[in-house]
């Protein structure tokens, strides 16, 4: 029943990118598929466009890509359980959430990519930004419900973070201009609205008629939110200013991260589709359905070339007892869409 749900509302889609008018110039398609192998799974992608590389989470390391070539750059181990990346130019360093054991993140180099040290955080340390307005490093620990957020230039024998209550278990998150953070509570169907100059949570937002929503990305010119739900299978368009629902489009099934660039939202299922939507006579709408590999559920996008990077694998069943399928060793990949 699910898998016929999700082609159902995958063909809605397509008929209405069908259906719209024609804008040939946005067109977006699988430009090439980067074999890299290696041992480890995926989450978060990370691109740093202005040095030409992007960093993709891989368990217990984290790779760094060429955008140019293509190439891994550098292999940064020690993770238990990795999950997200964030860079900071201004200290030359990078942070890395480890959500395995009693959780930390792994802060290191950014020209060298040489682990500088850990902060030690809390259990299933996820979803992870750097909030350039505040100047403060932002993740969240799904286990125990909390926001942390410390100065990227923390001193790292003994310095602290602040932590706050979210009242559920986060994923993603994003920030605006005004000292606010927004985070997804996957489990209470609600988006937090966090004052980080309070250090509380000052609203709580239903994503309804979305649910189990994981993805964000922001609009900070328009004051919008793009978020991604995987049940119902939606991406949603909220209003920053009061939590409004503008619009609510089909997408396909377990989807994991949500873009934004030049006026379009993209959001990346693991039933193999990439979702591009734009606002069209006024109204937010499905403008293209791009079909990508099973598995390819989360991204990155290079705002300056146009181009987005989403990592896979081939997939064995998943053994008896078993809730995901397995990685067939030796077969990740990165597929890459671009526009034309």
Same mark, same amino acid.
């Given at each position: ?7 159902? %509302?995958?063909?809605?889609?397509? +008929?209405?990118?069908?259906? +719209?008018? *024609? ?7 699988? @430009? ?24 993709? @989470? ?34 030359? #360093? *990078?942070? /890395? ?30 979803? /992870? ?7 403060? %490093? ?8 909390? &926001? ?19 009242? *559920? ?48 990305? /922001? ?7 793009? %978020?991604?739900? #995987?049940?119902? $299978?939606? &991406? ?14 089909? /997408? ?11 006026? $379009?939202?993209?959001?990346?299922? #693991? ?13 937010? $709408?499905?403008? $293209? ?7 390819? #559920? ?43």
């Amino acid at each position: 029943m699910r898998k016929l749900q999700s082609l159902l %509302i995958l063909t809605a889609a397509m +008929l209405m990118a069908g259906s +719209l008018p *024609g804008r040939a110039q946005t067109r977006w398609t699988v @430009t090439n598929t980067l074999h890299i192998g290696g041992e480890g799974g995926w989450d978060y992608v990370l691109v740093d466009a202005r040095n030409n590389r992007f960093f993709v @989470t891989r368990q217990t390391h984290t790779q760094v890509f060429s955008t140019t070539t293509g190439q891994v750059i550098a292999d940064i181990p020690g993770q238990i359980r990795s999950h997200g990346t964030a860079i900071v130019p201004a200290v030359n #360093r *990078g942070f /890395i959430t480890d959500g395995g054991g009693e959780g930390a993140i792994d802060v290191f180099d950014l020209t060298t990519y040489k682990l500088l040290g850990k902060i030690h955080t809390m259990p299933d340390s996820d979803g /992870i930004i750097y909030d350039r307005f505040a100047n403060l %490093i932002l993740a969240v620990s799904g286990d125990e419900g909390k &926001l942390m957020t410390f100065s990227p230039d923390i001193d790292l024998a003994g310095g602290k973070f602040t932590t706050i209550d979210l009242g *559920g278990s986060p994923e993603f998150l994003a920030a605006d201009r005004d000292g606010k953070a927004y985070i997804n509570i996957p489990d209470k169907n609600l988006v937090d609205v966090v004052d980080l100059k309070a250090n509380k949570v000052m609203a709580r937002w239903p994503v309804a008629p979305g649910g189990k929503n994981v993805g964000m990305a /922001i609009d900070l010119r328009d004051h919008l939110l793009f %978020i991604g739900c #995987r049940d119902p $299978q939606k &991406l949603i368009v909220m209003s920053t200013v009061d939590g409004k629902i503008v619009a609510d489009l089909p /997408i396909g099934s377990g989807n994991d991260a949500v873009r934004f660039a030049d006026g $379009q939202a993209f959001a990346s299922c #693991r039933q193999g589709v990439l979702i591009v939507a734009s606002q069209i006579d006024g109204r937010w $709408q499905v403008e $293209q359905v791009v079909k990508t590999a099973d598995g390819a #559920r989360t991204m990155g996008l290079d705002r300056r070339t146009h181009t987005i990077y989403l990592p896979t694998a081939q997939m064995e069943p998943p053994a008896p007892g078993q809730r995901r399928p397995n990685m067939k060793p030796g077969t990740f990949e990165i597929v890459v869409v671009s526009q034309q």
